[in-house]
């Protein structure tokens, strides 16, 4: 196991105990509803957004309980956005991380329920940092920005409807859907672990973590191609079947492979620009370059 890997599980680890922890005083009536909460936010996974808000933290020599709350809080989010993708409206996956999708688990009804629930409780977590100061404010406004009509929500929201037009795909657009759909939620923890210790290197660590978002979403276009369902723990080829806009059907697969490596190289341009130890996010990068998950 390589410098980057041990390092990865230790970010991993300490965020899964402070996830299990906070779970586990998760009781609610009926029982239904937190297990249904439980079955997706407990279900593994990479945990990319938690981890990259710690290292993020030991870069900038903040205190990572500062942001733990703020990291949790984002998984949430991210947990409910899955719930609701996987849902027959929507992307109608049957499988996430290799297991059963939460409506299939729970029914439609409890599934939409578990969503709704985890993206209250983060914002419940939110509320409470806020009292801590203006800072905490901040942050929670930003991630609050990022899920929201300006951020998440609002790339889902072109994602499905460039899947129905029949038109060409433009790069425009696309890269909107990625900035939006899934970049937001890459940025997030990076600008949050930069607002929590002053803005430190804040320009050039919101150019990463949006460079990193786009990486991201490109690799897992490429993935839904050439991956595999043991490796992904998801339904494969769904993108074509659902005529999504993707890289690899604007630049074809070679195409998309080129720019997600170029994109790669930006990214790693960018930490050059960071004060403290970013020796962690340039592996990280390299990761989410050659992930096969």
């Known amino acids: 196991m ?7 599980n230790e970010y991993l680890a300490e965020f899964e105990k402070y996830l299990q922890e906070y779970a586990a005083k998760m009781v609610t009536s009926p029982t239904i509803l937190g297990d249904s909460m439980r079955y997706s936010l407990l279900c593994g996974g990479k945990r990319v957004r938690p981890v990259l808000a710690l290292a993020c933290a030991d870069a900038l020599g903040l205190d990572k309980q500062e942001i733990l709350p703020f990291a949790l809080a984002l998984e949430m989010i991210h947990t409910y956005s899955l719930i609701h993708d996987d849902l027959p409206a929507m992307d109608n996956d049957d499988f996430r991380r290799g297991k059963p999708s939460n409506h299939k688990q729970f029914g439609e009804a409890n599934a939409i329920l578990a969503g ?3 993206l209250n409780e983060a914002y419940s977590i939110c509320f409470r940092e806020c009292a801590k100061g203006e800072k905490y404010a901040v942050v929670s406004a930003f991630l609050n920005e990022c899920a929201g009509i300006y951020g998440m929500i609002a790339g889902q929201s072109a994602d499905m409807q460039f899947s129905e037009e029949n038109r060409e795909l433009t790069e425009e657009d696309l890269f909107y859907v990625y900035e939006h759909k899934t970049g937001k939620l890459l940025l997030a923890p990076v600008a949050m672990a930069s607002i929590l210790s002053g ?3 804040y320009l050039a660590l919101e150019q990463f973590g949006k460079l990193l978002g786009k990486l991201f979403q490109m690799t897992d276009d490429i993935l839904d191609v050439t ?3 043991k490796a992904l723990g998801k339904s494969i080829g769904k ?4 005529n999504k806009w993707t890289c690899v059907r604007l630049y074809g697969l070679e195409g998309a492979k080129i720019r997600a490596a170029e994109c790669a190289m930006d990214a790693l341009a960018i930490l050059e620009g960071v004060e403290g130890d970013v020796s962690f996010l340039r592996d990280l990068v390299d990761y989410v370059l050659k992930r096969s998950n």
């Open 2 to 8: 390589n410098e980057f890997q041990i390092r990865y």
């Open 116 to 118: 709704d629930a985890l």
């Open 199 to 201: 803005n430190k290197s």
């Open 227 to 229: 991956g595999d369902f």
């Open 239 to 242: 993108d074509e079947t659902e």
